[in-house]
């Protein structure tokens, strides 16, 4: 597992963010085992206790779950699932926003830049998938 931290937010909460993503990435699927907060902490060189907060905050939220003394696994609540892919939408979206309503873009022309700009995308990533 590999993490650029950043200097402006907590080192717990960049991991929470990772774990998000790769939840609604589909790279961690619903109950698939995680690894340990020791584990983890030697995974990405942080505090130990940064893993076990990271941790904490991510059963609060009902991300992840442990039962007794096994491992830690990934939820397999498709509300919770369903939660936090939008809550990234959003946030992604309200980041956008912000950025070109700063420098005053019509409505109009955001619309056409992103579909022109997500379809784009789109074809080269099925370009990707044809040749692999």
Excluded at 106 to 124: G, H, K, M
């Amino acid at each position: 597992m590999k993490l650029n931290f950043n200097n402006r937010d907590p080192v717990y909460v960049q991991v929470i963010r990772h774990f998000k993503e790769q939840i609604a990435t589909g790279l961690l699927e619903p109950g698939q085992e995680i690894p340990s907060r020791r584990e983890l902490a030697n995974q990405l060189k942080i505090n130990p206790n940064t893993a076990q907060r990271a941790y904490k905050e991510m059963e609060e939220q009902g991300l992840i779950y442990t039962e007794r003394n096994l491992p830690s696994r990934i939820t397999k609540d498709e509300k919770v699932l369903s939660i936090v892919r939008e809550e990234l939408i959003l946030q992604a979206v309200n980041s956008f926003v912000s950025s070109v309503q700063s420098i005053n873009v019509p409505l109009e022309e955001v619309i056409e830049l992103v579909r022109a700009n997500y379809e784009q995308a789109s074809e080269e990533v099925r370009g990707q998938d044809d040749r692999n």
